[in-house]
Protein backbone atom coordinates (compact mmCIF):
# COMPACT_ATOMS: atom_id res chain seq x y z
CA UNK A 1 0.00 0.00 0.00
CA UNK A 2 1.23 3.19 -1.20
CA UNK A 3 1.54 6.34 1.32
CA UNK A 4 -1.16 8.29 -0.48
CA UNK A 5 -3.60 5.37 -0.26
CA UNK A 6 -2.45 4.94 3.09
CA UNK A 7 -3.22 8.67 3.77
CA UNK A 8 -6.48 8.83 2.05
CA UNK A 9 -7.59 5.50 3.73
CA UNK A 10 -6.86 7.51 7.09
CA UNK A 11 -8.90 10.81 6.14
CA UNK A 12 -12.09 8.89 5.22
CA UNK A 13 -11.52 6.93 8.65
CA UNK A 14 -11.29 10.59 10.56
CA UNK A 15 -14.19 11.76 8.75
CA UNK A 16 -16.47 8.63 9.02
CA UNK A 17 -15.60 8.87 12.60
CA UNK A 18 -15.88 12.17 13.42
CA UNK A 19 -19.18 12.40 11.07
CA UNK A 20 -20.58 9.97 13.36
CA UNK A 21 -19.79 11.50 16.83
CA UNK A 22 -20.77 15.14 15.91
CA UNK A 23 -23.80 13.64 14.93
CA UNK A 24 -25.33 11.53 17.86
CA UNK A 25 -23.36 14.13 20.27
CA UNK A 26 -23.25 17.33 18.85
CA UNK A 27 -19.47 18.94 17.62
CA UNK A 28 -19.09 20.84 20.68
CA UNK A 29 -19.62 17.90 23.08
CA UNK A 30 -16.84 15.50 20.70
CA UNK A 31 -13.27 16.63 20.96
CA UNK A 32 -10.62 16.37 18.82
CA UNK A 33 -8.91 13.53 21.18
CA UNK A 34 -12.23 11.12 21.16
CA UNK A 35 -11.81 11.80 17.08
CA UNK A 36 -8.32 10.58 17.23
CA UNK A 37 -9.03 7.42 19.61
CA UNK A 38 -11.78 6.53 17.82
CA UNK A 39 -10.42 6.71 14.15
CA UNK A 40 -7.47 5.06 15.25
CA UNK A 41 -4.82 7.69 13.86
CA UNK A 42 -2.17 9.80 15.69
CA UNK A 43 -2.93 13.31 16.54
CA UNK A 44 -0.37 14.31 13.58
CA UNK A 45 -2.14 12.41 10.81
CA UNK A 46 -5.51 14.21 11.93
CA UNK A 47 -3.74 17.60 12.16
CA UNK A 48 -2.10 16.49 8.59
CA UNK A 49 -5.33 16.49 7.26
CA UNK A 50 -7.00 18.97 8.75
CA UNK A 51 -5.47 21.95 10.43
CA UNK A 52 -8.14 22.71 12.59
CA UNK A 53 -11.42 21.73 14.16
CA UNK A 54 -12.94 23.98 12.34
CA UNK A 55 -11.55 22.52 9.30
CA UNK A 56 -12.43 18.94 10.42
CA UNK A 57 -16.28 20.12 10.68
CA UNK A 58 -16.47 21.52 7.58
CA UNK A 59 -15.23 18.74 6.31
CA UNK A 60 -17.63 16.25 7.61
CA UNK A 61 -20.46 18.43 6.82
CA UNK A 62 -19.75 18.50 2.84
CA UNK A 63 -18.84 14.42 3.69
CA UNK A 64 -22.24 14.24 5.21
CA UNK A 65 -23.76 15.91 2.16
CA UNK A 66 -22.35 13.62 -0.25
CA UNK A 67 -23.61 10.72 2.09
CA UNK A 68 -27.21 12.08 2.16
CA UNK A 69 -27.62 13.08 -1.14
CA UNK A 70 -26.81 9.14 -2.19
CA UNK A 71 -29.30 7.89 0.75
CA UNK A 72 -32.08 10.02 -0.80
CA UNK A 73 -31.44 9.04 -4.33
CA UNK A 74 -31.39 5.46 -3.24
CA UNK A 75 -34.28 5.45 -1.17
CA UNK A 76 -36.41 7.20 -4.18
CA UNK A 77 -35.08 4.55 -6.80
CA UNK A 78 -36.35 2.12 -4.80
CA UNK A 79 -39.74 3.39 -4.10
CA UNK A 80 -40.29 4.67 -7.74
CA UNK A 81 -38.90 0.96 -8.94
CA UNK A 82 -42.14 -0.38 -6.79
CA UNK A 83 -44.04 2.25 -9.62
CA UNK A 84 -44.27 5.79 -6.78
CA UNK A 85 -43.57 8.61 -8.80
CA UNK A 86 -41.02 10.90 -7.71
CA UNK A 87 -42.66 13.51 -5.01
CA UNK A 88 -43.97 10.54 -3.34
CA UNK A 89 -40.72 8.28 -3.23
CA UNK A 90 -39.31 11.06 -1.81
CA UNK A 91 -42.22 11.82 1.22
CA UNK A 92 -41.17 7.80 1.70
CA UNK A 93 -37.65 8.37 1.58
CA UNK A 94 -38.02 10.91 4.21
CA UNK A 95 -40.07 8.41 6.50
CA UNK A 96 -37.82 5.93 5.59
CA UNK A 97 -34.98 8.59 6.72
CA UNK A 98 -37.19 8.97 10.05
CA UNK A 99 -37.39 5.76 11.11
CA UNK A 100 -33.73 5.01 11.27
CA UNK A 101 -32.41 3.54 14.71
CA UNK A 102 -29.67 6.60 14.86
CA UNK A 103 -31.67 9.25 13.67
CA UNK A 104 -31.25 12.73 15.41
CA UNK A 105 -32.62 15.18 12.31
CA UNK A 106 -31.23 17.35 9.93
CA UNK A 107 -27.17 17.65 10.76
CA UNK A 108 -27.23 20.68 8.90
CA UNK A 109 -29.93 22.03 11.51
CA UNK A 110 -28.45 21.40 14.09
CA UNK A 111 -24.61 22.12 13.35
CA UNK A 112 -26.25 25.74 12.91
CA UNK A 113 -28.33 25.92 15.78
CA UNK A 114 -25.05 24.85 17.73
CA UNK A 115 -22.30 26.64 15.87
CA UNK A 116 -24.27 29.93 15.44
CA UNK A 117 -20.91 32.53 14.37
CA UNK A 118 -18.34 30.46 16.06
CA UNK A 119 -17.74 28.54 12.75
CA UNK A 120 -18.77 30.93 9.80
CA UNK A 121 -17.52 28.87 6.60
CA UNK A 122 -19.22 25.78 8.42
CA UNK A 123 -22.76 27.67 8.99
CA UNK A 124 -22.58 29.37 5.36
CA UNK A 125 -22.01 25.76 4.19
CA UNK A 126 -25.10 24.57 6.08
CA UNK A 127 -27.35 27.40 4.60
CA UNK A 128 -25.75 26.45 1.15
CA UNK A 129 -26.92 22.67 2.04
CA UNK A 130 -30.42 24.08 3.17
CA UNK A 131 -30.61 26.04 -0.76
CA UNK A 132 -29.27 22.94 -2.61
CA UNK A 133 -31.99 20.64 -0.93
CA UNK A 134 -34.29 23.60 -1.48
CA UNK A 135 -33.45 22.97 -5.25
CA UNK A 136 -33.13 19.59 -5.58
CA UNK A 137 -36.76 19.18 -3.87
CA UNK A 138 -38.73 21.81 -6.36
CA UNK A 139 -37.16 19.47 -9.43
CA UNK A 140 -38.76 16.70 -7.37
CA UNK A 141 -41.62 18.41 -7.37
CA UNK A 142 -41.87 19.84 -11.04
CA UNK A 143 -40.58 16.41 -12.50
CA UNK A 144 -43.37 14.50 -10.70
CA UNK A 145 -46.59 17.03 -10.41
CA UNK A 146 -45.51 19.52 -13.48
CA UNK A 147 -44.31 22.90 -13.92
CA UNK A 148 -47.56 24.76 -12.21
CA UNK A 149 -46.31 23.11 -9.32
CA UNK A 150 -43.46 24.91 -8.75
CA UNK A 151 -45.35 28.24 -7.27
CA UNK A 152 -45.76 25.74 -4.12
CA UNK A 153 -42.96 24.77 -3.90
CA UNK A 154 -41.26 27.08 -0.83
CA UNK A 155 -44.22 26.08 0.95
CA UNK A 156 -43.50 22.93 0.79
CA UNK A 157 -39.50 23.12 1.42
CA UNK A 158 -41.04 24.30 4.61
CA UNK A 159 -43.25 21.34 5.60
CA UNK A 160 -40.23 19.31 5.12
CA UNK A 161 -37.94 20.91 7.11
CA UNK A 162 -40.72 21.15 9.98
CA UNK A 163 -41.45 17.46 9.25
CA UNK A 164 -37.31 17.02 9.74
CA UNK A 165 -37.92 18.72 12.97
CA UNK A 166 -40.94 17.61 14.72
CA UNK A 167 -40.15 14.08 13.80
CA UNK A 168 -37.07 14.70 16.38
CA UNK A 169 -38.89 16.41 18.85
CA UNK A 170 -41.94 13.57 18.67
CA UNK A 171 -39.63 10.61 18.02
CA UNK A 172 -42.23 9.42 15.12
CA UNK A 173 -42.21 9.65 11.42
CA UNK A 174 -45.63 10.75 11.09
CA UNK A 175 -44.46 14.28 10.40
CA UNK A 176 -43.25 12.65 6.91
CA UNK A 177 -46.75 11.43 6.36
CA UNK A 178 -48.97 15.08 7.34
CA UNK A 179 -46.44 16.84 5.33
CA UNK A 180 -47.15 14.64 2.08
CA UNK A 181 -50.55 15.00 2.57
CA UNK A 182 -50.35 18.61 3.07
CA UNK A 183 -48.07 18.80 0.47
CA UNK A 184 -50.42 17.08 -2.37
CA UNK A 185 -53.00 19.33 -0.81
CA UNK A 186 -51.39 22.66 -2.14
CA UNK A 187 -50.71 21.24 -5.24
CA UNK A 188 -54.12 20.05 -5.82
CA UNK A 189 -54.79 23.60 -5.40
CA UNK A 190 -52.71 24.94 -7.88
CA UNK A 191 -53.64 22.49 -10.55
CA UNK A 192 -57.15 22.77 -10.24
Keep these: MNKTSRASQARKRILETAEKLFYAE?????????????????KMTLYNHFPSKDDLVLA??????????LYLKQRMMEHQSEGMKPLRAFFAALKDWFECPDYRGCAFINAT??????????TDFC???????KQQLTEIIVESEGSQAKVVAPAISVLVEGAIVTSVSEGSSEAATIAEEAAFQLIAGVQS
Design 113 to 122: SELADSNPAA
Design 26 to 42: GIRAVGIDRVIAEAGVA
Design 127 to 133: ADHKRRF
Design 60 to 69: VLKYREEQFD
